[in-house]
């Protein structure tokens, strides 16, 4: 992000006059251009033990099953967790499923940033 806060970009009257009562559209509030690329996203998928409700996709409104891009793997203690599995997951998002990635910022410290920012312009709770 350039040096401009947040709240210097919604103004200084923003909290005072906007918010919780006015909608407004500020595209340039925040910077977002390389704030997450697809190698980030990748490396996050392959790095990390993702499964529903954390990680999981949906097409037309329906959430589809684990089992169509993950496979069952069991520890040596017996817990068994998923392991995405790149040829059901890509053919899955090439056909229009959407990827959900809830608390993204807790594995993503640019979007940890950005989140503590909004959390202290907003003074209240952000997740990426």
Known sequence: MT????????GENFLAQALHRDYRHLPEAVEVAGLMTWDDLDRILTQHRLEPPRLRLARDGQTLPLSDYATPVATRRHTVWHRLQ????HP???DGASLAL??????????ARLAEDLERTFRTDVRA
């Open 3 to 10: 040096n401009l806060s947040i709240a210097e970009r919604l």
């Open 86 to 89: 790149p040829a059901g997951l």
């Open 92 to 94: 899955l998002l090439a």
């Open 102 to 111: 809830d608390g993204a910022d807790q594995l993503h410290r640019p979007l």
